[in-house]
């Protein structure tokens, strides 16, 4: 229900400070549980299924060549049956629901069909019509009610306009490609080639184009390993040099390839802000940057190779932002402090320790991924520095916890045990095993020295 009444909030009043926050986390809630989200109705699933493919979840201003995101659907939808068509959008999605209803399929095809011709032409038009008004641009903005309004227009017109050989290319397409080699890489070649020279002659060339990015689209979601796209680019031009590639047709499967690790950035960011595990965003952004500069000549300056070197950049300043504080965090939760300064009882905070053991994490898994993201020295720097203080400073926590007494013990162990859980993630599991038997013994140090004392 909340769902629902966001959606429909901001269909009314644009977009509302967090509201596309508290949907993406609500929805995540949603699946999570195994409940299914509010959907639109069953006409426009039905209209909207040849984007299927091109379908992301992330926030609807992303920046992904070729997609479109979910959240953006109910929005165009109601501009579709709001302003631009709501007379005939009105009449066939009654019909379309009517046919579903009874089960005619065929039918229902049909007025989907329709629908779909009438769209195509009606947003064409509406976009030709704004294409060198400033004015007319923003106020199609305010009327579609997404963050990419003109793009995202521009997008399905060029996917409706090609339903039908995506649907044969997606047929055909093999299911699942984990390693995208040559004979994978000329296999989908032909596919598409053929699916553009069978386009008609009206509009072709254009067609053509949609045809080899989407195409290639749907291919990079069948790729285990997406950036390896790239492979079809340097195979149509027969060359690593990156301005006889850019020469080729194919080139858009680099630029396909750059717009996917740009958003991985982003994402990169949000889910360090979140708190979440990032150790898969990280490895393929490296690999991507990698297979990158190993499958193409990026050694000279171009377009491209500025590109990489700032999604590279941008990783390496989120990175070091996230870890250069690291040893500093764990020298001060584990300092060693004088009775005085400890509570009775007390011990340290679970959340800190907790959100402190990821960031150590985060380091371990940076130094795998630092040579290709350009955070080497920080990472080196960072991981000595910890490595250091840890090897040293948990010998003085095990005395300390040693000559405890009853009121500050459980305060020492806790700094033991934080140090046993750093030292699992940066030395392995047989090292804090080590430390976790030191402490015990520690601690029944300790309990002997009191019984001879009251002995």
């Keep these: 229900m909340l769902v629902a009444e966001l959606e429909r909030a901001m269909l009314r009043e644009g977009d509302v400070a967090g509201s596309e926050f508290v949907l993406q986390e609500l929805r995540r809630t949603i699946r999570a ?3 299914q989200a509010p959907r639109i109705g069953d006409a426009a699933r039905k209209f909207f299924v040849p984007a299927e493919p091109f379908l992301v979840d992330g926030p609807p201003d992303h920046k992904r060549v070729g997609r479109l995101a979910r959240l953006s659907l109910e929005p165009i939808w109601q501009w579709i049956g709001r302003d631009l068509m709501p007379a005939e959008a009105k009449a066939l999605s009654e019909d379309i629901n009517r046919a579903l209803s009874a089960e005619d399929r065929i039918k229902a095809e049909q007025l989907v069909r329709a629908l779909h011709d009438r769209a195509i032409q009606r947003m064409n038009d509406s976009v030709v019509a704004i294409e ?17 309004a003109i793009e995202d227009v521009k997008t399905l017109i060029g996917i409706l306009g090609i339903r039908d050989q995506l ?19 000329d296999q989908v070649k032909s596919l598409i080639d053929l699916a553009a020279a069978q386009t008609s002659l009206q509009d072709s060339a254009a067609q053509r184009r949609d045809l080899l990015l ?17 492979r079809i680019a340097t195979r149509a031009a027969e060359t690593d040099d990156t301005a006889r590639i850019a020469e080729n ?43 990158m500069r190993t499958e193409m000549d990026l050694s000279v300056d171009s377009a491209w190779s ?10 390496s300043n989120i990175v070091t932002a996230e870890i250069e504080t690291v040893p500093g965090r764990v020298r001060r939760l584990l300092r060693p402090r004088p009775a005085n300064e400890i509570a009775p009882g007390s011990s340290l905070d679970a ?31 960072t991981y000595s520095e910890l490595t250091q203080y840890l090897e040293t400073g948990t010998k003085i926590l095990l005395d300390a916890l040693r000559h405890s ?11 033991v045990d934080a140090a046993v859980r750093f030292c699992r993630t940066v030395f392995g599991g047989d090292y804090a095993a080590l430390l976790a038997k030191a402490a015990e013994v520690a601690v029944q140090g300790a309990a002997g020295e009191r019984r001879s004392l009251w002995a």
């Design 33 to 35: 549980s195994s409940q």
């Design 306 to 315: 500025r590109q990489l070197a700032a999604i590279r950049s941008a990783v």
């Design 167 to 185: 649907a044969e290319l997606a047929r055909r397409l093999p299911e699942h490609i984990r390693a995208f080699e040559r004979e994978y890489v």
């Design 249 to 291: 047709p194919y080139a858009v499967a680099v630029t396909i390839v750059l717009a996917e690790l740009e958003y991985m950035v982003s994402e990169l960011r949000l889910e360090l802000k979140a708190g979440r595990p990032v150790a898969s965003l990280l490895k393929s952004l490296h690999d991507g940057a990698r297979g």
């Design 132 to 148: 060198d008004d400033e004015k007319a641009r923003r106020r199609f903005s305010v009327q579609v009610g997404t963050p990419r």
């Design 214 to 230: 989407y195409g290639l689209i749907m291919a990079t979601n069948r790729l285990a390993a997406p950036w390896q796209l790239i």
């Design 351 to 381: 959340i800190d320790v907790h959100d402190l053991e990821a960031r150590v994490e985060l380091v371990g898994t940076c130094r795998h991924y630092a040579s290709e993201l350009a955070a080497s020295e920080v990472t080196q720097r």
């Design 405 to 415: 007494d009853d009121a500050e013990r459980p305060f020492r162990h806790s700094q």
